[in-house]
């Protein structure tokens, strides 16, 4: 009978406690839009009679944005949502990537953790495109169609503490252990009692 991964500890009763640095999501939204067009601003020009091949996001954030109290414990946050795409066009038979960018302006209500901790929460911005169309329309100006999703979430790192029932345990996945390897997996720590 093939055993599973269990926890050395048992289950009926916790080894010690353990903190664990993550990133803490305190509030967020989402905007989409299933046909949207937008205008991207290429980073460099882009010669004339190139063809549209794809475009993809690459990275998105919130730049510029103030924040003001408002009621219920949310916050008026505005600021611009800069989305960097990566586009690709054919000219004279060759595929050619340049950086263009959209920029837009949001206004969002949003819970924020207090202003006086020692550490700060950041606001994030994730962007994805699947992108159907495209067209080259000047220069240094790319027109995408297709469905957008944009989340906005407000986060910080903290330590959490977590009771453990300690390190997880491998059973072995052949049923033959190599006796090379006596040594722990994980390293040793206060309350370990195995």
Known sequence: MTKKAGCCGGFDGLCCRMVIETKRVFDGCAFSDENVTLTL???VEIPAQSTFVS???????????????????????????????????????????????????????????????????????????????????GTNAVSVSGCLLQIVKVTA?????????GYCKYPPCTGSVCRGFSGRIFPMFDGDDF
């Not at 006086?116 to 159907?132: F, R």
């Not at 790192?157 to 029932?165: F, H, K, R, S």
């Open 41 to 43: 601003t290429a980073d």
């Open 55 to 137: 475009a993809r996001v690459v990275s998105s954030e919130l730049e510029n944005y103030t924040v003001t109290d408002g009621d219920g414990g949310c916050c008026r946050v505005c600021g611009e949502a800069v989305t960097r795409f990566a586009v690709t066009y054919a000219n004279g038979g060759n595929l050619f990537t340049v950086g263009a960018s959209y920029r837009e302006c949001k206004e969002l209500l949003l819970r924020l953790p207090s202003g006086n901790s020692l550490v700060p929460y950041t606001i994030e911005v994730q962007t994805a495109m699947s992108v159907n169309s495209g067209a080259i329309i």
């Open 157 to 165: 790192q903290v330590d959490i503490l977590v009771p453990t029932y």
